[in-house]
């Protein structure tokens, strides 16, 4: 179910008509809160449900036995982390995993032959899988009591604001504030309508609208030999991807202040980033932080030599790479961008430029631009095509002007996702919502302007792109 569809708004309408009948009783409240997540889910397809119930299952008696039997925790640990990444690996990994050695083995002049399945992974595969792991992980390490009710796990793990497309919840964080029936501030609904606003005209109106030329694009058969194009081409999709996703995150978390809960924020203005170290502390923050976690530091983070650091950099861009998808693209997108971090660390070129007169917004192009390079292995058709694109981003040639008149209709929409970068880079979450009576007054108008684009501005509907992952 999409948030941007008629369907969400009943959805939505019966759920917070029932919220307030439910939320003083933990039994009911959780019990509540699974069945709707479960429909909300189930409204694409019922039989993934299915998958996300067996998940979830896994990881709630994994749990509960790992807290019962210390002494066998480790192979419990192995068993439940194997059956997570099992499902993942053969909804979203299989196929492209069979066609890799087939294609490694014919390269060789063998005659080897795996059948290749292509099977749809389900909304979120990734997502609820990473949630329910991070959930046995601290279980195992002691940092979490296993919870004994399985609807309050399945109320965690479910939440439908967040289900689909994150942010990726930890249990400790969440799992405690699910046993409040408290209820909700006139603050917590206002501040839930604001992001709700924000997030809507960030995927509406900016994302949207800039989806048609960016699909038009990377969809034409010829790549055109024009750098300018491409620039102002990957430019778009930066700004399509990051209002579609961090709008999906802002409309969850003012879903959830609308139930009387606190998700921690996903997105912190990571276009203002002045290296790429920066730039994976402000972009998709609960997954970056996942993999810092439980892959990054067991490794054994930056404690060791300099080269076991890189490594261990390596092999974690590397696996947020596929995170993304089953495809060379995204390794190579891993790739790059862990090469990206282990030359910074050694040049140290972003804290030497820092020191310089107008240092930080040189450093900030720069890392925009190795940003920018990662965006064509996200969004190109394959790897051939982006191979092409970006050599063409740094081939001498004009503007296209066949290109530039597809491309105009979106250039406002371009410039408008500028601004509201520009305008985050001044902090004014910082600014106390409750300084003056006249400062609320002109977030109520802004929030009003918000809505009033959604409704009229509003480009060709599409799910969220992450939906995909």
Known sequence: ???????????????????????????????????????????????????????????????????????RRRPLLALSLGCNLTILGAFKYAGFAAESFNSLFEALGGSAWLPVLRMLPPAGLSFYTFQAMSYTIDVYRGRLAATRDIFHFFSYLTLFPQLVAGPIVRAADLLPQLTWGRAVTAEQRWGGLRLMAQGFFKKMVIADNLAPAVNHAFSAFDVTPSAPYWWLVVSMTAFQVYGDFSGYSDIATGLCKWMGYQLLPNFDRPYTAAS???????????LTSWFRDYVYYPLGGSRGTEAMTHRNSWLTMLLVGIWHGASWNFVAFGVLHATFLSVERVARIPERLCKLPLGRP????????????????????????????????????????????????????????????????????????????????????????????????????????????
């Open 1 to 71: 179910m999409r948030y941007n569809s008629f369907a969400f708004l009943v959805f939505a309408a019966v759920f917070f008509a029932t919220w307030p009948l439910v939320r003083g009783r933990d039994r009911s409240r959780w019990v509540a809160l699974t069945l709707f997540s479960f429909f909300f889910y189930g409204w694409w397809d019922w039989r993934f449900t299915t998958l996300l119930a067996a998940s979830g299952l896994i990881d709630y008696w994994a749990a509960l036995a790992i807290e019962k039997w210390r002494d």
């Open 362 to 469: 040189a450093a900030v192009l720069l890392t925009l631009a190795q940003v920018w390079l990662g965006y064509v292995l996200f969004r190109a058709v394959s790897f051939d095509q982006a191979t092409r694109i970006i050599l063409t981003l740094f081939s001498p040639g004009g503007m296209d002007q066949a290109g530039l008149g597809l491309l105009r209709p979106a250039l406002p929409f371009l410039a408008l996702g500028v601004l509201w970068e520009l305008i985050a880079a001044l902090e004014p979450h910082k600014w106390s919502v409750t300084a003056t009576s006249g400062w609320r007054q002109a977030q109520i108008v802004f929030t009003a302007v918000l809505i009033f684009c959604c409704v009229y501005l509003r480009g060709p509907g599409s799910a969220f792109v992450y939906f995909q992952f």
């Open 276 to 286: 790429m170290r920066e730039f994976w502390t402000r972009w998709h923050i609960s």
